[in-house]
């Protein structure tokens, strides 16, 4: 089992920038690939970020790419996705999920957070 717990969320105008926080415990959170999703009222819940268990390999949606950056520090059990550039249709809940490989199917991945909500305001 891996417990992730999301943090960073919170209210920004757009234009603006948020770093989110995943943090893992349980088992060798190394071993794991990382991603980002998000979920917007009404919608379903869309591919962000990923990150191999390196952190040599990041792939991103295209929504995104250019503005957001995953990163993860193997010593610390977290993962991150600054967020910069932020746009109202930003705004979502944000999970964190791990995963045995790269992928950008939220089926692929084993584990998940909580979520974090991410408001950005025009």
């Known amino acids: 089992q891996v417990q992730l717990v999301e943090s960073g969320g919170g209210l920004v105008q757009a234009g603006g920038s948020l770093r989110l926080s995943c943090a893992a415990s349980g088992r060798t959170f190394s071993y794991y690939a990382m991603g980002w999703f998000r979920q917007a009222p009404g919608k379903e819940r869309e591919f962000v970020a990923t990150?191999?268990?390196?952190?040599?390999?990041?792939y991103y949606a295209d929504s995104v790419k250019g503005r957001f950056t995953i990163s993860r520090d193997n010593a610390r059990n977290t993962v991150y996705l600054q967020m910069n550039s932020l746009k109202p249709e930003d705004t979502a809940v944000y999970y964190c999920?791990?995963?045995?490989?790269?992928?950008?199917?939220?089926?692929?991945?084993?584990?998940w957070g909580q979520g974090t909500q991410v408001t950005v305001s025009s």
């Open positions: 990150i191999s268990w390196s952190g040599g390999n990041t």
């Open positions: 999920a791990a995963g045995r490989r790269v992928v950008v199917s939220a089926r692929d991945y084993d584990y």
